[in-house]
């Protein structure tokens, strides 16, 4: 059973600060992995992808590979209460020729003011 | 560009009756990925076409079906249909089947009473 792990939260950090969101994944030779938000009600938005170990930025988003852990995080700076939504890990599993995307089941971040 | 389009987005049936979903998506667009999203499970994948072809399959029952058309519009069909369908059905697409993100559409809310 291939599975992408993460803490359900909720994650409460104040406004302007650093929230820090972690995902573990299984498969050891997944490639790509997508981190997704999703507000209440809403349907998920892609926000980062990283295919290769390190570090990789986007505006106040940060996302960060180790595949020898089968770690992934996702950095949000300068937190804003817009930023408040569930974030879901995506790690591409290979089970044939064809890969398809397993989900984290979220983190919930809230950013108080 | 528009994005994923899916209709319709509220839809209410009882048990024992069928449904379909319908998804078109970004334009150029060629991989159809549906998924189901439930409190309980979070994003589950239930298949991907790609070319008019089903290239990928999550472990849901034979109950659930899809196609793919010529202009890579996507439907879903579900017989006979039981309480724990209730979901939220999002469809995403991607350029191809490879590694690339998938875009999600706003979803369909299917309640079975």
């Known amino acids: 059973q291939k599975e992408v792990e993460q803490n359900s939260g909720p994650l409460s950090v104040p406004e302007g600060a650093i929230a820090s969101l972690n995902c573990t994944y299984s498969?050891?030779?997944?490639?790509?992995f997508f981190w997704y938000r999703q507000y209440s009600g809403k349907s998920p938005e892609l926000i980062m992808f990283?295919?290769?170990?390190g570090d990789k930025e986007d505006g106040r988003f940060t996302a960060q590979l180790n595949k020898a852990s089968q770690y992934v995080s996702l950095l949000i700076r300068d937190s804003q209460p817009s930023d408040s939504a569930t974030y879901l890990c995506?790690?591409?599993?290979?089970?044939?020729?064809?890969?398809?995307?397993?989900f984290g089941k979220g983190t919930k971040l809230s950013v108080k003011p | 560009k528009a994005g994923v389009t899916q209709t319709p987005r509220y839809l209410i049936k009882t048990r024992g009756q069928q449904v379909t979903l319908s998804c078109s998506p970004i334009?150029?667009?060629?991989?159809v990925s549906w998924y189901q999203q439930t409190p309980g499970q979070g994003l589950q994948f239930l298949f991907e076409?790609?070319?008019?072809?089903?290239?990928n399959k999550g472990n849901f029952p034979g109950r659930f079906s899809g196609r793919q058309f010529s202009n890579s519009r996507s439907e879903m069909n579900v017989s006979t249909l039981e309480l724990g369908d209730s979901a939220l059905y999002l469809c995403?697409?991607?350029?191809?089947?490879?590694?690339?993100?998938?875009?999600f559409g706003d979803g369909t809310r299917l309640s079975i009473l």
């Open positions: 334009s150029g667009h060629r991989s």
């Open positions: 995403a697409s991607s350029p191809d089947s490879g590694n690339q993100p998938q875009h």
């Open positions: 498969d050891r030779g997944s490639q790509s």
């Open positions: 990283i295919y290769s170990n």
């Open positions: 995506a790690v591409i599993y290979y089970g044939g020729s064809q890969g398809n995307l397993i």
């Open positions: 076409y790609f070319s008019e072809t089903q290239r």
